[in-house]
C-alpha cells in the first residue's frame, strides 16, 4: 500500500535517537526525461531504507548520487559535515574508499582470481583483516580456494558482498543484493546486513524490485511520478 506521506518508519528505534549520517536535498536528474525531482532522503545510523520502483524509474541513479558516483543535476547531498559535491575528487574518492561499501549488480569481480584473492585485495586497501565469521555468515568460507569464475552466480553475488562488508563502511548502498539468490539464501544475506547495521550504528540503502526484501528494511519507499511514495508493505 503507497501512503502519500513524508515519512515512514517501522524501526523500534525512534528515529529522533538517531543521528543521521546523509542527508540528501531537492535531488533531481534527467537523461532523456526526467527521472526524479525535489527528492529529499536522510539515512540515519543504525537504520536501512529500500527503495522499489519499475525500471527505468531512477533507482539506480538516486543510489549512484547518494554513493559519490554522480554527481545530481540539481540538489545537495551532506556527509559528515559537507556537501559532497562541493569535494574535490579526491576527498570523494577518499570517502568512498573509506566511509562507503557500494554493493553493484554486476560483481566486478576479478574473473582469474581466487575468492579469497578477491577478498584480500579489498582487505588490502581497506586495512582490514580476513573477516572469517562473515565469510562462514555468507556461506562462501569454503569456497575460499576456488577461482571465481567457478562459482554460481548468487555465490559471486555473497563474495562481493563480503568484500564490500569487511571494509566495515558506515555506510552501504546495494543495487538488487539479492537478485541472484534463492528465497533461503536472500534471508540469511539480510539477516547478516541487517545486523550489521544495527551493531555497527551504520546506514544501508537498497534498491530492489523484491518486496518481501524491501519490507525488512526500517523504511521502504516507492519511487514513481519523480517522486519517493513512503509504503507499508
Do not use: W
Not at 12 to 21: A, C, D, Q, T, V
Not at 85 to 99: G, T
Request: glycine letters at 4%; proline letters at 2%.
Amino acid at each position: 500500500m503507497d501512503l502519500d506521506i513524508r515519512t515512514s518508519s517501522t524501526s523500534f528505534i525512534s528515529p529522533r535517537e538517531k543521528k543521521n549520517l546523509l542527508v540528501a536535498s531537492n535531488l533531481s536528474h534527467a537523461f532523456d526525461y526526467t527521472l526524479f525531482e525535489n527528492l529529499d532522503l536522510e539515512i540515519k545510523e543504525g537504520q536501512s531504507i529500500a527503495v522499489l520502483g519499475i525500471s527505468g524509474s531512477g533507482k539506480s541513479t538516486l543510489l549512484h548520487i547518494l554513493s559519490t558516483l554522480l554527481k545530481p543535476q540539481h540538489g545537495k547531498v551532506l556527509y559528515n559535515k559537507h556537501y559532497l559535491y562541493e569535494q574535490d575528487a579526491k576527498s570523494l574518492l577518499k570517502i568512498r574508499r573509506d566511509d562507503m561499501g557500494i554493493i553493484f549488480q554486476s560483481h566486478y569481480l576479478f574473473k582469474g582470481f581466487t575468492v579469497k584473492e578477491n577478498l584480500e585485495i579489498s582487505s588490502i586497501i581497506a586495512d582490514k583483516k580476513l573477516d572469517t565469521a562473515l565469510l562462514k555468515q555468507l556461506r562462501i568460507y569454503e569456497n575460499l580456494n576456488q577461482n571465481v569464475a567457478d562459482l554460481s552466480g548468487g555465490q559471486q553475488q555473497r563474495v562481493s558482498i563480503a568484500r564490500v562488508m569487511m571494509k566495515k563502511p558506515k555506510l552501504i548502498f546495494a543495487d538488487e543484493p539479492t537478485g541472484n539468490l534463492d528465497k533461503e539464501t536472500a534471508d540469511e544475506v539480510m539477516d547478516v546486513m541487517l545486523s550489521y547495521v544495527l551493531e555497527n550504528k551504520a546506514g544501508m540503502f537498497i534498491v530492489t524490485h523484491d518486496e518481501r526484501i524491501a519490507a525488512r528494511c526500517d523504511i521502504a519507499y516507492r519511487l514513481k511520478d519523480k517522486r519517493l511514495v513512503p509504503v507499508i508493505l
